[in-house]
Nanobody, 117 residues
Framework: QVQLVESGGGLVHVGDSLRLSCVAS????????MGWFRQAPGKDREIVAA????????HVADSVKGRFTIYRDPAKDTVYLQMDYLQLEDTAVYFC??????????WGQGTRVTVSS
């Protein structure tokens, strides 16, 4: 089992920045991919960014490319999502997840990000 705890969400204005954190614990060595997803009201969940543990491969969704950065601290088993130049459409609940081969088996409880004008 792997446990994930997200933090860092909040209410911000357009153009502001936020950094989300996700601390992993448990059998984390069994997972390679760490990803951030989001689900906006009335929309499907979508992947925002992902990073692999072993090779550090990074994927960032086109919708946030150039504004969001994913990185991890192996010593703390923590993955971060740095979100800059936030837009109204970034409003969503953000989830951290870990897994392998594109399949994410463990999910956090989510942290809400609200961007206002």
């Amino acid at each position: 089992q792997v446990q994930l705890v997200e933090s860092g969400g909040g209410l911000v204005h357009v153009g502001d920045s936020l950094r989300l954190s996700c601390v992993a614990s448990g059998r984390t060595s069994t997972t390679d991919a760490m990803g951030w997803f989001r689900q906006a009201p009335g929309k499907d969940r979508e992947i925002v960014a992902a990073i692999t543990r072993r090779r550090g491969n990074i994927h960032v969704a086109d919708s946030v490319k150039g504004r969001f950065t994913i990185y991890r601290d192996p010593a703390k088993d923590t993955v971060y999502l740095q979100m800059d130049y936030l837009q109204l459409e970034d409003t969503a609940v953000y989830f951290c997840a870990v897994g392998n081969g594109g399949q994410y088996d463990y999910w956090g409880q989510g942290t809400r990000v609200t961007v206002s004008s």
